[in-house]
């Protein structure tokens, strides 16, 4: 069992506040105590965990998990020994804005007439139709 000064702050948080809430469900004490400790302690359902902590009498165990020992083996780098000059660089850049430019589609700027003709047959669809509206 392991004892009270080898539990972290944190596990020690967590048992004082577990066991709190039993004793605060009226869980049986541990250990004995008189009246005059119980109004010493104002009956606090911590104060009461701590002096069962501390007496060694909790039946709780903490698992601790250790760290998995992964081993993974890196994949060896590949490096490309070919020397590219800087001329070949922007050869090469130069040649892939041309093809971008010649495959491009070019927008043109939109005309306001021809936006205003656009609104007219969304707001009467049946008047472009030829059908007849409104009689």
Not at 84 to 91: G, H, L
Request: glycine share 8%; no cysteine; hydrophobic share 35%.
């Amino acid at each position: 069992m392991v004892e009270a000064e080898e539990f972290s702050k944190y596990e020690r948080a967590r048992i004082l506040g577990a066991r709190g809430l039993q004793i605060s469900m009226d869980a049986p004490l541990l250990i004995k105590i008189n009246d005059e400790d119980l109004e010493g302690v104002n009956y606090d359902p911590l104060r009461i965990a701590e002096k069962e902590l501390d007496s060694g009498v909790l039946p709780i165990s903490v698992k601790r998990p250790l760290p998995e020992k992964e081993e993974m083996e890196l994949e060896k780098v590949k490096i490309d020994d070919r020397d590219v000059s800087d001329e070949v660089k922007i050869k090469a850049e130069q040649e892939a804005e041309k093809e971008i430019s010649e495959g491009g589609e070019i927008m043109e700027i939109a005309n306001p007439e021809d936006e205003q003709d656009g609104e007219q047959a969304l707001s009467n669809p049946a008047s472009e139709a030829g059908g007849v509206g409104g009689v």
